[in-house]
């Protein structure tokens, strides 16, 4: 079992910056992935980007060259640094984890609300 809690989110204007945070508790194993994926309100939940163990991340095209994902492995966190944010950015962000790929474990969810 693995327990996800994030924090960071919260009211910025578009073209501002903000970070996330995710610690992980539990089983490391399953924490091999960890990622951050999106849900607006009327829209399904959407990959922002994943990172593995071993530092291979992925982003979705909407946010490569805005947004940064890393880790630390000593501390089991990852975070998400996201810069030049714009409104269509604006959703409720989950931290996900698991063995061989995300979406095994997800945090209770962190709100973005970028105004323009």
């Known amino acids: 079992q693995v327990q996800l809690v994030e924090s960071g989110g919260g009211l910025v204007q578009a073209g501002g910056s903000l970070g996330l945070t995710c610690a992980a508790s539990?089983?490391?194993?399953?924490?091999?992935?960890m990622g951050w994926c999106r849900q607006a309100p009327g829209n399904k939940r959407e990959l922002v980007a994943s990172?593995?163990?071993?530092?291979?991340?992925n982003y979705s095209d909407s946010v490569k060259g805005r947004f940064t994902i890393s880790r630390d492995n000593a501390k089991n966190m990852v975070y998400l640094q996201m810069n030049n944010l714009k409104p269509e950015d604006t959703a409720v962000y989950y931290c996900?984890?698991?063995?061989?790929?995300?979406?095994?474990?997800w945090g209770q969810g962190t709100q973005v609300t970028v105004s323009s």
């Open positions: 996900t984890s698991g063995l061989t790929a995300i979406g095994e474990y």
């Open positions: 539990g089983s490391i194993f399953s924490t091999n992935v």
């Open positions: 990172i593995t163990r071993g530092g291979t991340t």
